[in-house]
C-alpha cells in the first residue's frame, strides 16, 4: 500500500513538469546551460525573443532581440540564441555556475509572451536525461519508477 503510494507519488511530481511547462533548463555536457523555450508566437506579431534570470530582486537580460532592449553587458560573449524547430528558440549560456544562487528564475518570452521557471543551482538536469525524457517519456519514467520500488522496497 505505502509502496505503491510511491509510486504514484513520484509518477504525478515526474508527470506535472513536463505536462506544463514551455521552458526548460539543463546542462550540455561540456557545462554549458541550455533554455529551450518552446512558446509558439501568436501570428502576425514581431517575432522576438528575450532570455532573462532573475536571482532574488535583480532580474537580468541574457539575450534579446527586442528591439530597444539590451543584454547585460557580463553577457555578451556568453550567449547565443538559436531557432528551434517547430517553435521557439534556445539559449546557451557559458560560465554561469558561479552566478546561480540557490534559487534561480529563468524567464524567457517570445513575441512578448512569458514563460518561466525556477530551478536550484545543484538541481539542473543534465540535457541527456532531458532529451531522453522527452523523446521517450514513459519508458524513461518507467525505468524510473523500476528504479525507486527496487531501491525502496
Ligand atoms: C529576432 O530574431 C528572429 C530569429 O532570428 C527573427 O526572425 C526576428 O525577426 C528578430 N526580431 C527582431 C525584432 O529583430
Ligand atoms: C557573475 O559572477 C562573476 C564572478 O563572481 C561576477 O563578476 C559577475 O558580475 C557576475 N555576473 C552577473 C551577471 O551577475
Ligand atoms: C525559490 O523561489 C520560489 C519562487 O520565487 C519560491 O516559491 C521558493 O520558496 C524559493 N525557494 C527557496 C528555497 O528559496
Ligand atoms: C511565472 O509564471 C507564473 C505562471 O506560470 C506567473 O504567475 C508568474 O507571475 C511568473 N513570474 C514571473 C517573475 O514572471
Known sequence: MLKSLFVYGVLGVMLIPVKSK??????????ELRVDCL?????????????????????ETINTN????????????????EELEPVG????????????????TFLCKISGQGENITVQKDNILSCSAVSLLLKNS???????LLFFYHTHS
Open 138 to 144: 514513459w519508458s524513461w519514467m518507467v525505468y524510473l
Open 89 to 104: 528558440y534556445r539559449m546557451t549560456l557559458s560560465d554561469f555556475r558561479d552566478n546561480l544562487s540557490d534559487n534561480t
Open 22 to 31: 514551455r521552458i526548460t533548463v539543463c546542462v550540455e555536457d561540456d557545462e
Open 66 to 81: 527586442v528591439s530597444g532592449d539590451s543584454a547585460n553587458k557580463e553577457f555578451k560573449d556568453k550567449s547565443r540564441v
Open 39 to 59: 512558446i509558439e508566437p501568436k501570428p502576425n506579431k514581431i517575432n522576438t525573443y528575450q532570455f532573462s534570470w532573475s536571482i532574488g530582486p535583480r532580474q
